[in-house]
């Protein structure tokens, strides 16, 4: 009847309105975590547990680019009770650029994307989802200006979820918000060697200069 089907769209639109607010939530959250962290390997978990449980993900985890050696390599996951986790998966240590395809390019220019697994034609594929209990995946691109640093992978293992727009802009942000938190730990790490090694310097020079005294 016309007003069963209103009450489903009502029902629709304030699941989506709670989903919403609690990734609004999680945002304020995640940012606050990324600016008091000194270790961002030991705050992702914290992060990524947050994310999984707002957007009811099987499970979540991110991947670091290994520029140098052209690929990606899973390094923090969060896995919901009763999933099995695949952080100690070894083909998930060196996941290859050509093995995801035309995906690749998707991360490079900062855009994200899904998939239902009913729709992936390539066999490789298909398998190493299958093997995981993917039904469906989201993944979200981590850059620091030009550079891809990562992304962040989002599991669904009971249906075949489509993500929307606005869900997945949602979660851009918090990927940029990890991105930046990269590079700035990064800068920081630099200036630190940067000091120490004019510190050496400054100190063998005066070693230099104090043996000539002798002299």
């Known amino acids: 009847s ?26 304020a959250e995640v940012s606050q975590i990324l600016q008091k962290t000194t270790n961002l390997e030991n705050s ?29 390599r899973q390094i923090q996951e969060w896995a919901q009770d009763g999933v099995k986790p695949e952080i100690g998966n070894p083909l998930l240590q060196s996941l290859e650029y050509a093995k995801i395809g035309k995906y690749y390019h998707e991360l490079l220019e900062g855009r994200p994307f899904q998939f239902v697994i009913s729709d992936i034609k390539d066999p490789e594929h298909y398998q190493r989802l299958f093997l995981q209990n993917i039904k469906s995946q ?18 669904d293992c009971n249906s075949e979820r489509i993500w929307s727009e606005n869900y997945s802009n949602l979660l851009l942000s918090i990927g940029a918000s990890i991105g930046s938190a990269i ?20 100190e063998t020079l005066e070693e230099v200069f104090w043996l000539f005294d002798l002299v």
């Not at 009450?7 to 609690?22: D, P, T, V």
């Not at 992060?47 to 990606?72: H, M, P």
């Not at 989201?138 to 599991?155: A, T, W």
């Open 138 to 155: 989201l993944v979200i691109p981590v850059k620091s200006k030009e550079n891809l640093l990562g992304y962040i992978g989002f599991d």
């Open 2 to 27: 016309l007003a069963l089907w209103e009450q489903e769209l009502r029902k629709a639109a304030e699941r989506r309105l709670y989903e919403r607010s609690e990734i609004l939530k999680v945002t």
């Open 44 to 72: 992702l978990k914290l992060i990524l547990q947050k994310i999984g449980d707002a957007c009811k993900s099987s499970r979540v985890y991110y991947f670091t680019n290994e520029i140098d050696k052209g690929y990606f």
């Open 183 to 202: 590079e700035k730990l990064e800068n920081e790490k630099l200036k630190e060697e940067s000091q120490e090694n004019f510190k050496q310097i400054s």
